[in-house]
């Protein structure tokens, strides 16, 4: 599997381990839990360019993040979205939201004015997910 992230993807998240078919990133922006979930195939855009195969693998390992943020946070809801308007390669976002949040009901996109989280902060909460989702299949690279 050839993978290369996008730059910007690489700008605007944190490492945090990868699963059989992509690697999670944990968004810099200091609003809620916000993960990334990026197959590591090269030249994807779309779900539908994925093998049947790698399709269901892509949302199994999206379910477990969804399963992480709910029972590490209880969020009012979670929006899970494939945008890609600024980023093509194929990603999708996992927004733990709040009734109480900055910019609730709307979607975050458009709405929301973030500012980056401190490094201490983004450290915390990498560990956090990696403790969490290890026992799920998670691997973290030295």
């Known amino acids: 599997m050839s993978f290369s992230l996008h730059p910007r993807l690489a700008a605007d998240s ?5 699963f059989a ?3 999670l990133r944990l968004a810099g ?3 809620g839990p916000w993960l990334l979930l990026i197959p590591r195939i090269s030249g994807i855009e779309e779900i539908h360019h994925l093998s049947p ?3 269901q693998t892509l949302w199994q390992e999206s379910a477990l993040v969804a399963s992480c943020l709910e029972s590490l946070f ?4 979670l929006n899970i979205a494939a945008i890609g308007n600024l980023v093509p390669q194929l990603h999708l ?3 733990a939201r709040f009734r109480d949040d900055a910019v609730w009901p709307n979607p975050i996109w458009g709405h929301l ?3 980056p989280r401190s490094p201490s902060q ?3 909460l990498v560990s956090q997910f990696r403790e969490a989702l290890v026992t799920q299949g998670l691997t973290v690279l030295s």
């Open 113 to 115: 004015q973030a500012t």
């Open 21 to 23: 078919l992509c690697q």
């Open 74 to 77: 209880a969020p009012d809801k």
């Open 93 to 95: 976002h996992h927004v």
């Open 29 to 31: 922006a200091d609003f």
């Open 14 to 18: 944190a490492y945090v381990g990868d």
């Open 53 to 55: 195969s790698d399709q």
């Open 122 to 124: 983004q450290t915390a």
